[in-house]
Each structure stands twice: as structure tokens, then as C-alpha cells.
């Protein structure tokens, strides 16, 4: 099929599936069907889901389309969004991904580390200005404290007692690990019984050991990550999951990672949500060694998150943009393709900005809300964990269906 242009490509939200669905291979559609009859994506078989993912022309609209009438029917008309604040206490470590442009090295002269006071003055900051959660994690320096990361929480909960701490990747669960020799779940365990209320599904990128030899030789393996999730589910830690595409990998690896994913929730049902990281690839060294494409076309941005709503469907109803790694527009085409959250304030992100991205380090609530006001669907800050919804505008102004139709995992 031929591909389509952007503009094509940006006109989906306009479409309903009674339009696309006369224009799509047989194949495709009944797979498409398949999923919005029982909306459940582990009724699609693997070659079905490889299909899905590897679809073009005509078809990706029908991925789109599809995949915002399952939102629609799952997640309702909410767009939720959570009040938080970003603080990487830390851009020293030595482990070399490639894809990385915050790390340092300890002697650059850009390099920082803040106090245990500084992070909880910063937590403190947020909680006054409406943050309930702080997402905490940097990067890993040679020779820190062996609890260290369990001071850091003691710090934040003890200068900002109600804060959610969402904090450490699977990776500096491996290295806290290492510093204090202790078996991983006792090591989660402290961590929870510190303050410790949720854990970043982060450094997962591709969850194949030889795609990960290519972004970074010293990061944990696949096998460790999936063993840290698992552990901290069964811990009571819950976590986020997410995939960095648009690099080296290929669209089998993204049917695979969400397959692994659903496998995980299965077991653990410990996933807050599914997030979709576009590869920010301007100022990394993945890139400028020839390594990597140059992240994502407008079609994968669109194609990855509609196939995370249909392939985990029934599994992880929040499917999350992630609004630095996108721009404001093309975080808005993804929630119209499946995706129903959009992440977190920040009010400090420096991690995509470093690699190059350029949508801004902090998007205010009133912002979110009137992005969200833009689509035609109706803003509401939640928490962390998606227990608590708060709509933003008056219940009198929306229908008695639209009011009805949120449902929450
Ligand atoms: S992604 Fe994290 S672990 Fe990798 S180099 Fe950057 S800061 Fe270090």
C-alpha cells in the first residue's frame, strides 16, 4: 500500500471506523474487529499482532481509528494527568548509554549532585505549589553511600510526609542492590518501609538483550529487569512500564516488549500504565556513531501508541504520552490514537532536553487543561496510581454519558 503523507497521517481524528474499515486489507480488519469485540488484545494472535504493527498506507488508519474507539470504550472521554515535579538529584554516573545525553562525568564542569536538604526543599516546593507526587531518580556515580537511596527517601518524607515518592529505575534497584549486598526483595522491601510508594518502569528501552548491547553494554539485562518488576509487584510496589522506540529496533520488537508486558500484568497485575518514549536522538552519541536512525517518523509516534492500546487491552488500560519526548501537537495525535493519559507536570524535566528535545521542562495544569479543552475530551487530575480522579471542569458541563463513561483500571 502506498504510505500516506503527514497530512494524511494528522487527519485520523477526523475519521470513524465506518469510514476506514471498507479501505482495509481482509486480514487486517478482522484482527482490528477481533479486538474491539472482546477488547481484549490477547485474542490476537502473534503473527495477527506483527501484522498490526508492521501495517501501512490505508491500514494505519485503521490501527488509528481502532485504537481510539477501544480508548473511547475502556478509558472513557478523561484525559488524566498528575501534578508532579521531576528531581534527578544527581547527572554523574558512569554507565554510558548511548542513547543518554544527561550523564556526566564527576569532573565536567556541568556536573551536580544535590544534598539530601536540597531534594527535600525541592519536594517541599512542589507539595506547596499542588505537586502530590515527586519523581525521583539520576544517574549512578562510582562509590555512593550503600543507603543511599533510602536516605533520600527518609529526607523527602520527612520534609513532605503526604508526597507520593515515585522513584529509582529498575537500574539503581540493581546498583542499590550491589552497594548493600542485600537480596533483592529485602532491599524493596526497605525501600518501601522508608517511604518508598511506587518505582519507575524506566530503563527498560528494549527489552531484548542485543538491542540493549547496542544502547548500553553496562545496563542491566532484560532478565534483571523483568526480575526487579516482578519482585517489587510482589512487594506491593507498583510500577510503570514503558519502550523506547524509534532507534534500532523494529516493529517486532515493540509487539514483543507489550507481549512480555501483558505476560508480567497477568501474573503481578502491578502496572500502573504503559508509556511509549520516543528516542530523542540529536545530541547522543547512539546517533552521531551512525547507530540509530533518527528517532521516531510521524507514523511510529501514532503506530506505537495505538498498538499498545489494542495489544493491551483487557491487561493495562492506561496508555500514557509522554509529552517531552513529543510536542504539544504530537502528544494530542496520540491521545486521539489510543493513548488516554498525559503524564506528569514535571516542572524540571532535564532529561529529554539534554538529548534535544524541545517541548519545554514543565507543562502547568492550565495548560494541560486546555490541551485537553483543544480535543474535545475532559481534563481530570489524578494520582499516581489512577485511584483518585478529579475532573477539572464542572460535572454540569459535560453529558450524562460522557460523565459516565470513564472507567478506570
Ligand atoms: S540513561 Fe541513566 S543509567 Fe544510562 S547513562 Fe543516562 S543517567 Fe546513566
Same mark, same amino acid.
Given at each position: 500500500?502506498?504510505?500516506?503523507?503527514?497530512?494524511?497521517?494528522?487527519? +485520523?481524528?477526523?475519521?470513524?471506523?465506518?469510514?476506514?474499515?471498507?479501505?482495509?486489507?481482509?486480514?487486517?480488519?478482522?484482527?482490528?474487529?477481533?479486538?474491539?469485540?472482546?477488547?481484549?488484545?490477547?485474542?490476537?494472535?502473534? *503473527?495477527?499482532?506483527?501484522?498490526?504493527?508492521?501495517?501501512?498506507?490505508?491500514?494505519?488508519?485503521?490501527?488509528?481509528?481502532?485504537?481510539?474507539?477501544?480508548?473511547?470504550?475502556?478509558?472513557?472521554?478523561?484525559?488524566?494527568?498528575?501534578?508532579?515535579?521531576?528531581?534527578?538529584?544527581?547527572?554523574?554516573?558512569?554507565?554510558?548509554?548511548?542513547?543518554?545525553?544527561?550523564?556526566?562525568?564527576?569532573?565536567?564542569?556541568?556536573?551536580?549532585?544535590?544534598?539530601?536538604?536540597?531534594?527535600?526543599?525541592?519536594?517541599? *516546593? %512542589?507539595?506547596?505549589?499542588?505537586?502530590?507526587?515527586?519523581?525521583?531518580?539520576?544517574?549512578?556515580? =562510582?562509590?555512593?553511600?550503600?543507603?543511599?537511596?533510602?536516605?533520600?527517601?527518609?529526607?523527602?518524607?520527612?520534609?513532605?510526609?503526604?508526597?507520593?515518592?515515585? %522513584?529509582?529505575?529498575?537500574?539503581?534497584?540493581?546498583? !542499590?542492590?550491589?552497594?548493600?549486598?542485600?537480596?533483592?526483595?529485602?532491599?524493596?522491601?526497605?525501600?518501601?518501609?522508608?517511604?518508598?510508594?511506587?518505582?519507575?518502569?524506566?530503563?527498560?528501552?528494549?527489552?531484548?538483550?542485543?538491542?540493549?548491547?547496542?544502547?548500553?553494554?553496562?545496563?542491566?539485562?532484560?532478565?534483571?529487569?523483568?526480575?526487579?518488576?516482578?519482585?517489587?509487584?510482589?512487594?506491593?510496589?507498583?510500577?510503570?512500564?514503558?519502550?523506547?522506540?524509534?532507534?534500532?529496533?523494529?516493529?517486532? =520488537?515493540?509487539?514483543?516488549?507489550?507481549?512480555?508486558?501483558?505476560?508480567?500484568?497477568?501474573?503481578? !497485575?502491578?502496572?500502573?500504565? +504503559?508509556?511509549?518514549?520516543?528516542?530523542?536522538?540529536?545530541?547522543?552519541?547512539?546517533?552521531?556513531?551512525?547507530?540509530?536512525?533518527?528517532?521516531?517518523?510521524?507514523?511510529?509516534?501514532?503506530?506505537?501508541?495505538?498498538?499498545?492500546?489494542?495489544?493491551?487491552?483487557?491487561?493495562?488500560?492506561?496508555?500514557?504520552?509522554?509529552?517531552?519526548?513529543?510536542?504539544?501537537?504530537?502528544?494530542?495525535?496520540?491521545? =486521539?490514537?489510543?493513548?488516554?493519559?498525559?503524564? !506528569?507536570?514535571?516542572?524540571?524535566?532535564?532529561?529529554?532536553?539534554?538529548?534535544?528535545?524541545?517541548?519545554?521542562?514543565?507543562?502547568?495544569?492550565?495548560?494541560?487543561?486546555?490541551?485537553?479543552?483543544?480535543?474535545?475530551?475532559?481534563?481530570?487530575?489524578?494520582?499516581?496510581?489512577?485511584?483518585?480522579?478529579?475532573?477539572?471542569?464542572?460535572?454540569?458541563? +459535560?453529558?450524562?454519558?460522557?460523565?459516565?463513561?470513564?472507567?478506570?483500571?
Amino acid at each position: 500500500m502506498p504510505a500516506l503523507t503527514p497530512s494524511e497521517l494528522e487527519a +485520523f481524528p477526523a475519521l470513524e471506523w465506518s469510514d476506514v474499515a471498507p479501505r482495509l486489507s481482509p486480514a487486517l480488519r478482522s484482527s482490528l474487529e477481533k479486538v474491539l469485540e472482546t477488547q481484549n488484545g490477547a485474542t490476537l494472535s502473534l *503473527e495477527e499482532s506483527f501484522a498490526l504493527a508492521n501495517a501501512d498506507g490505508d491500514d494505519v488508519l485503521g490501527l488509528l481509528v481502532a485504537a481510539n474507539l477501544l480508548r473511547s470504550e475502556l478509558a472513557g472521554n478523561l484525559v488524566t494527568y498528575v501534578v508532579n515535579r521531576n528531581i534527578n538529584f544527581t547527572n554523574v554516573c558512569f554507565v554510558g548509554c548511548k542513547f543518554c545525553a544527561f550523564s556526566r562525568g564527576p569532573r565536567e564542569s556541568d556536573a551536580y549532585f544535590l544534598s539530601f536538604d536540597q531534594v527535600a526543599q525541592k519536594a517541599v *516546593e %512542589a507539595w506547596q505549589l499542588g505537586a502530590t507526587e515527586v519523581c525521583i531518580q539520576g544517574g549512578l556515580p =562510582h562509590g555512593l553511600p550503600p543507603f543511599y537511596y533510602r536516605d533520600i527517601l527518609r529526607a523527602v518524607k520527612n520534609a513532605a510526609p503526604r508526597m507520593h515518592i515515585h %522513584a529509582f529505575s529498575p537500574m539503581e534497584i540493581v546498583y !542499590g542492590v550491589e552497594l548493600t549486598g542485600m537480596p533483592l526483595a529485602d532491599y524493596l522491601s526497605m525501600l518501601r518501609d522508608n517511604g518508598l510508594n511506587t518505582l519507575p518502569g524506566t530503563a527498560a528501552e528494549i527489552l531484548d538483550d542485543e538491542v540493549r548491547a547496542i544502547l548500553s553494554r553496562n545496563k542491566l539485562s532484560t532478565a534483571q529487569w523483568i526480575e526487579v518488576i516482578r519482585t517489587a509487584h510482589r512487594c506491593g510496589i507498583r510500577t510503570t512500564s514503558t519502550m523506547m522506540y524509534g532507534h534500532t529496533e523494529t516493529p517486532a =520488537h515493540w509487539v514483543r516488549q507489550m507481549l512480555l508486558l501483558r505476560e508480567i500484568q497477568q501474573e503481578t !497485575g502491578g502496572f500502573t500504565e +504503559f508509556v511509549p518514549l520516543g528516542f530523542v536522538h540529536q545530541n547522543t552519541l547512539l546517533f552521531h556513531q551512525g547507530l540509530a536512525r533518527s528517532g521516531p517518523t510521524l507514523a511510529e509516534h501514532l503506530k506505537v501508541h495505538a498498538l499498545a492500546r489494542l495489544l493491551l487491552a483487557g491487561s493495562i488500560n492506561n496508555i500514557q504520552v509522554s509529552w517531552v519526548k513529543l510536542n504539544r501537537k504530537l502528544s494530542q495525535l496520540c491521545l =486521539h490514537a489510543g493513548a488516554n493519559d498525559y503524564g !506528569g507536570t514535571l516542572m524540571e524535566e532535564n532529561i529529554s532536553r539534554e538529548a534535544g528535545a524541545t517541548a519545554g521542562q514543565y507543562t502547568s495544569p492550565e495548560d494541560f487543561q486546555s490541551l485537553i479543552l483543544e480535543m474535545g475530551r475532559i481534563p481530570a487530575e489524578r494520582n499516581t496510581t489512577y485511584t483518585r480522579i478529579n475532573l477539572k471542569l464542572p460535572v454540569e458541563a +459535560f453529558t450524562a454519558e460522557e460523565a459516565l463513561s470513564a472507567e478506570f483500571a
